[in-house]
């Protein structure tokens, strides 16, 4: 048992090693040692009983190097090994030849390297720059969605979250999560694994940089379809607003010198705010009743310039004010 432990801890190493630098000293030798470790780590796989204690303890052993690896990567380990080093231009011509010999004549070689080669491509669309308007307004960014929830359905069986940690955490990812997120039909697989993914107690930066990449409409859109996000994207940006300082100078509010990324401006926390509150019930009525807990907290004030909640909550208000102004001043036929 604990040979079979120790030897799950050497996965982490080898799946670094293939993803870098060093594959430039690789020959035909060292690729198909590296695929053998890969095939040992899925027969380990294949092997481990069912009873979840030890399965938790496997799982731990992989993630003692501080990785985020889980038992999905031991039973996919030949194609992870695959994708990562037909991935890394590192690779010298020779063995890379001998690593696609390789894949084309393991078993079920051209399955795998159907497989292997609609990965990648999966994972080069998810690289593609994307606009951020509405994501049924921007076709990329929603075709983006769509592939990634085909993705977690191929994955399927408990895999989804590791899978989402292979995949390159950048903007675009984001915004195909996002994507995903609100794509009709697609919200029980939606569910199942992206919001846990984002929702990791240890994973809180992940979190704010997705929320901060998005548009004010989407995350608004995203808290009003999943609750689970409501309370995080508040929490968020009550953390940025509380940053803020009020410059009597200039007559606003700034971030007074914050590292880039701290705190979000003025305008960016106002607009956000705004469109939660013109979100439906009980969205609006959540953010309204945060707005005026903080706006006591801070001292309950009622002229500008000395809470940012104050001041958040009196745009607000004339912004309602406005829409109600203008709604009565539009004839029967433009309501």
Known sequence: METLLSQTELLPSLLAASRSGLVRDWDAAAVRRALSWGRFFQGLHARLPPERGLRASVERRLRSRGVPLG???????????????LENRALPYDACRALLRA????????????RLARRKAAAQLLLL?????????APPVRAQGQLLLERLREEGGGEEGALLEQLPCCPTLHR???????????EAEAR???????????????????????PASWAASLCSRHPELRAPY???????????RYDPLR????????????????QEVRERVGCLCQGPEPLRSAVL?????????????????LSVWTDLLLDVQASASKEKLLARSLPPTAK
């Open 71 to 85: 038992l999905g990567h031991l039973k996919r380990c030949p194609e992870l090994l695959g994708l990562a080093l």
């Open 103 to 114: 894949l084309l004549h393991d078993g079920d070689g051209e399955r795998r390297a159907h």
């Open 129 to 137: 720059p994307s606009a951020p308007p509405s994501p049924h307004e």
């Open 176 to 186: 195909a999560v996002a994507a995903a997120l609100l794509e009709p039909g697609g």
């Open 192 to 214: 199942a694994a992206l919001l846990p993914w984002l929702l990791q107690q240890q994973q809180q930066p992940r979190l704010a940089a997705f929320f901060r990449l998005l």
């Open 234 to 244: 508040l929490s968020l940006l009550a953390a940025w607003g509380s940053r803020l």
């Open 251 to 266: 007559g606003e509010w700034g971030t007074g010198g914050l590292e880039e990324g701290a705190a979000a401006p003025w």
């Open 289 to 305: 009743a945060q707005l005026r807990d903080l706006k006591a907290q801070d001292g309950g004030f009622e002229v500008r310039g």
